[in-house]
């Protein structure tokens, strides 16, 4: 069975601790022991566990788990991948897990601890996708040069819609539609405030994005096309004196995320 | 159809609870005094047993009750010490047992529901 996630656990927020407690819910149907002998019957064949996890976050994982709950997962609803030591101790299984009820958050001694329950549903393999395949820009006809070698193309730009002064860790999905295994195609889904141009990197070593400050408050899904790894970003101004220092989108699995945060004034 | 514990896995821990629910109403009058009216002959008899399992054990232990015992369908016969001698009971899950993992291992508790026994 295959089984799309699209949201996934940000990569800066910390894995639950490593105990957690709960069980799997029964498939079989029990009769009531006031109704005489027993009887039992099967239901279901999935087996479905709840657990019982907690997390440790500081105020600011706290703010970004808060938009993820609310923003990604629809206050919740939607289900993402986790990473999770079960059901072996000595390796990581990604799961695509759901929240379950209420997420009972406590401030203590300045950290943030979060008890959660969450439902997993099915054990998710993590598909790295192909890269893109270099073109040319005006026939369209693949690059001729080596395996390592990667264009990319040479400008793109993306809006977003909401405003917003700050940049958590957002997530760039696929789209429903795309083939994962068709290459990165990430479309902004998330908010911002910026035009992203980029500049192509004959050492391969990274691609280098300028951030400007300029403001899109239309939706502009641009197809974006990109090898997985970690690229370094740097912001730039043409507008306004602020620039803030570098930060880091990491690619993966389909999936733009920012691994650092920093603010637009 | 009783399936048999699978023989890599331990047995439960010494410790367990048997409760034994007789099943009677009982209703209390305005002075207090209760009235036990039985609907059953025999009680039903249930067992707590509890197991530390390493991962590998678990995960035998899982498959066990989500493929032989389809869920918890089906009864088993499970052996545990008690007062030194081996004690073969025929049970069956009363509700899904509850996994805790702690210190490395998978902590497993189980109410179960006896319905034979043979020492």
């Known amino acids: 069975m295959n089984v799309q996630v699209n949201n996934v656990w940000p990569s800066t927020l910390p894995l639950p601790h490593i105990d957690y407690s709960g069980g799997p819910t029964m498939g079989a149907l029990v009769s009531d022991r006031t109704h005489g002998r027993l009887a039992r019957r099967r239901r279901f064949y999935p087996a479905y566990q709840n657990f019982q996890v907690q997390f440790v976050l500081t105020p600011f994982q706290h703010d970004i788990f808060r938009a993820f709950h609310l923003d990604d997962l629809g206050n919740g609803t939607s289900t993402f991948a986790l990473e999770l030591r079960y059901p072996k101790n000595s390796a990581v299984t990604n799961w695509q897990v759901r929240f379950l009820g209420e997420i009972r958050s406590t401030y203590n001694d300045g950290s943030w601890m979060v008890d959660a329950t969450i439902c997993l549903l099915h054990p998710v393999v993590i598909i790295e996708p192909r890269d893109a395949v270099p073109t040319e820009p005006e026939s369209g006809d693949p690059v001729q040069g080596g395996d390592d070698q990667i264009y990319y193309p040479g400008e793109w730009s993306c809006g977003a819609g909401i405003p917003s002064t700050f940049f958590s860790s957002y997530v760039w999905s696929l789209p429903e539609d795309v083939d994962p295994n068709e290459g990165i195609i990430a479309e902004y889904r998330a908010h911002a405030r910026a035009i992203f141009i980029s500049e192509r990197d004959e050492n391969l070593e990274g691609l280098t994005i300028h951030i400007y400050s300029e403001i899109f408050w239309d939706f502009y899904p641009t197809p974006i096309y990109a090898k997985s790894g970690l690229y370094k970003a740097q912001i730039g101004n043409t507008d306004h004196n602020d620039p803030e220092g570098d930060f880091y989108i990491l690619v993966s699995n389909g999936h733009w995320k920012l691994t650092q945060h920093f603010c637009f004034s | ?119």
């Open chain 2, 1 to 119: 159809m009783t399936e048999s514990w699978p023989y890599n896995l331990p047995h439960p821990l010494i410790q367990r609870i048997h409760p034994l629910d007789p099943r009677s109403t009982v209703t209390v009058m305005e002075t207090g005094r209760p009235r036990v009216r039985r609907e059953f002959a025999e009680p039903l008899e249930m067992c707590e047993y509890n197991w530390n399992f390493t991962e590998d054990q678990f995960e035998i232990f899982k498959d066990f009750v989500e493929v032989n015992l389809a869920q918890g369908e089906h009864y088993f016969v499970l052996g545990g010490f008690e007062g030194g001698q081996l004690v073969n009971r025929t049970v069956a899950f009363l509700s899904p047992y509850t996994l805790e993992r702690t210190d490395n291992l998978f902590h497993v508790s189980a109410m179960m529901e006896v319905v034979e026994e043979e020492s």
